[in-house]
């Protein structure tokens, strides 16, 4: 074969034209019409010079060639057949150049601009916007929570100087099926327009640019999509990187207004301290594994206490945590005589802001009094509930003398736990239990996975068990053998985690269904959970069963009489959301759902001294909750059990007759 290097020179040229853009393409277009124009124009010149209609010079023989090159329509203008020939062949190649190439590149030009913006690479230019950096599960629970929070969201423009909502969302990949897929699970009509989407990975600075983060209002990073304990690690790593970028960009930039508040996801809880250290502006972290682990100590400890974490962390469902700024001329009164004068709302503490960030103090002492900066911590179903005091007291005594020490918790029967599955969580879930000193626990971990890597595990998040008795077994609990030989009615509680060793959300959810299947096949239709799953209530009743679940959608397929099941993608998404439009609230999640002293949890009526029989209204239950310095927030009658739902904030006016095995929602200290 001959190689011709003019040639590949040439063609090498051309190609590197075409590809360098619309305008380039363009220019080669014009340059082309134009050799056919001065081709085929000293063609035409030339066969007209010896008829009687010769050319005057070569120059209007072009100009000729051009216009029949432009115009179909001089075709008939033409004498001679010579030029008529020349004149029809250049018509027949105008169409091509102008019809056909110049269109095409338009159009090409036109599409490759559209898809430019379908994949999110244009720049935006905003402000006090709020910017979500990376793809989660459970991000469209995070855009649909913070869209649908309509007062809330007011509010939180109104704080910024903003008029509309503008929610950026930047991911590795944007393109128009992942738009209509996400746009359809977020699943909020006609406020989809608010939603931008932008390409690019947050550890780039150019990328961060994009969003024009220097000029929001909150920056959320959720954790990325991890299953395994490594991959866990490697997201809060990832996450830590991302915050000192933005920080160190920040003082590049040199910003001179205060930076935007972050709000960052840490699977892991010891790296806050880093978290918090790494950012130059306000920012607040969210420990979700510590969340998720304490939350699911307390649903094995305490019966449907999973539907009042469900409630306050659900918008639109019953009631929501709200914080409000202390007025003015509410400074310096007593936090419990303010607390009486809400009729449909429970005060149950206050978020104080310093210059390090915002602490909490929840269910404070009797003689608290309210501060200038002190932000007001309510339970109530809607904004409306809780904005302004009624002048006088609603039933709740604030002067009610009190004792002088709190309410004994009683010491438990221990617990035999049934663990299916293993979870990075499991460390943290183990260490959570070792913290109730008035109960013991004997928990067994069934999984595929091997005794080895949760050993290792185990080492490396630390802490010592004296009070958990731990026990291993390797089996895979979707085999109904295997899961026969555990004698899952043996146990006070089952718990089916989320397991870590499946490859998606949806494979981990049909393993956890197809365990709650059989569990229920062993176990029978006609049997009763226990109320408490205590060890002496359970004659005659299956065992509780507690399930982690990842996919909403699949609650439907459960059976709420039988089992009690937790979303923690959905409690995640609530918390992260809410915390980015009102950040005084994550101090308020911490003392509630992070281990230490303050919790909610339930009280047998029977210990505030009620005789079964008595008519009680929910005002005196909260009178005699303040005697032993806990804030009442709800009740659950005993009736029907596990199909009875706890009425949390009921109003002064409700009132039972008392039952035994009645419980009271409280918040304690």
């Known amino acids: 074969m001959v190689i011709n290097p003019f040639r590949n020179r040439v063609r090498f040229i051309i190609e590197r034209l075409l590809l360098s853009g619309t305008t380039a393409r363009l220019a080669v277009a014009a340059a082309l019409i134009a050799l056919v ?6 063609l035409g010149f030339l066969v007209a010079r010896g008829t009687d209609q010769p050319f005057a010079n070569p120059a209007e023989a072009v100009w000729w060639a051009f216009l029949r090159l432009s115009d179909p329509g001089y075709l008939g203008d033409d004498e001679g057949t010579g030029l008529r020939a020349v004149s029809t062949l250049i018509t027949v190649i105008g169409p091509v150049l102008f019809f056909g190439v110049l269109v095409a590149i338009l159009t090409q030009g036109l599409n490759e601009g559209i898809r430019r913006m379908e994949m999110g690479l244009t720049p935006i230019s905003a402000r006090n916007h709020v910017i979500v950096l990376g793809w989660s599960t459970r991000l469209p629970g995070l855009v649909r929570n913070m869209l649908e929070s309509e007062q809330r969201l007011k509010r939180f423009l109104a704080r910024v100087g903003a008029k509309r909502m503008k929610l950026v969302l930047l991911w590795e990949e944007v393109s128009p099926a992942l738009t209509t897929d996400f746009m359809t699970q977020v699943g909020v009509p006609g406020k989809t327009s608010r939603i931008i989407l932008r390409t690019g990975s947050p550890l780039r600075l150019d990328h961060l640019t994009r969003v024009d983060y220097l000029h929001a209002s909150a920056i959320v990073l959720p954790a990325e999509n991890h299953r395994s304990a490594e991959g866990a690690s490697r997201s809060d790593n990832s996450t830590l990187k991302t915050i000192l970028s933005i920080s160190q960009s920040m003082r590049l930039a040199s910003v001179a207004a205060t930076p935007p508040l972050l709000v960052a996801e840490l699977f892991d809880a010891r790296k806050i301290s880093v978290a918090l250290h790494g950012y130059r502006g306000p920012i607040e972290v969210v420990a979700g594994d510590e969340v998720i682990s304490r939350m699911l100590a307390q649903m094995v400890r305490h019966a449907q206490i999973g539907q009042v ?6 918008h639109g469902v019953g009631n929501e945590l709200f914080a409000h700024s202390c007025d003015a001329n509410l400074a310096g009164q007593s936090f419990w005589e303010l607390a009486a004068r809400l009729p449909h709302a429970l005060l149950i503490g206050v978020a104080q802001p310093d210059a390090t960030g915002v602490s909490s103090v929840l269910n404070p002492p009797p003689d608290y009094r309210l501060a200038d900066m002190d932000k007001l911590i309510y339970v109530a179903r809607g904004w409306e509930d809780s904005t302004l005091p009624v002048p006088t007291a609603t039933g709740v005594n604030p002067a009610w003398p009190l004792p002088e020490r709190k309410l004994e918790a009683l010491a438990k029967d221990d617990q035999k736990i049934l663990v299916l599955g293993w979870s990075r969580r499991i460390p943290a879930f183990l260490q959570e239990l070792e913290s109730y000193k008035n109960q013991r626990f004997e928990v067994t971990v069934a999984s595929r996975c091997p005794l080895a890597e949760r050993e290792r595990q185990l080492r490396v998040y630390g802490g010592q068990l004296s009070r958990v008795g731990l026990r291993h077994v390797e089996a895979d609990c979707t085999v109904p053998d295997q899961l026969a030989a555990l004698d899952p009615s043996a146990q006070d509680v089952v718990l089916c985690l989320a397991s870590d060793l499946t490859a998606s959300d ?4 049909a393993r956890t269904l197809v365990e709650y299947a059989i569990l229920g096949e062993l176990w029978g239709a006609a049997a009763e959970p226990s109320a408490t799953g ?15 679940l990842l996919d909403e959608l699949n609650v439907s397929l459960l059976d709420p009489t039988r089992c009690e099941y937790l979303l923690s993608p959905q409690v995640l998404s609530h918390m992260l959301g809410q915390v980015a439009l009102r950040r005084e609230l994550n101090s308020v999640f911490e003392q509630l759902f992070n281990s230490g002293e303050t919790e909610i949890t339930l009280r047998n009526v029977m210990r505030y ?3 079964p029989g008595r008519r009680v209204s929910f005002a005196e239950l909260q009178v005699l909750a303040r005697q032993h310095h806990e804030i009442a927030l709800g009740y659950l009658p005993s009736q029907g059990e596990s199909e009875s739902a706890p009425m949390l904030n009921p109003g002064p006016t409700a009132a039972w007759t008392i039952q035994p095995g009645d419980r009271v929602v409280v918040l304690r200290n």
């Open 309 to 314: 974490y469900r409630e306050l962390l659900t």
């Open 37 to 42: 124009a001065l081709g085929t124009g000293v």
């Open 506 to 509: 949806e494979e981990s959810d």
């Open 609 to 611: 001294d009620l005789e």
């Open 534 to 548: 205590a060890a002496d209530e359970r004659v005659g009743r299956r065992p509780r069963l507690v399930l982690e």
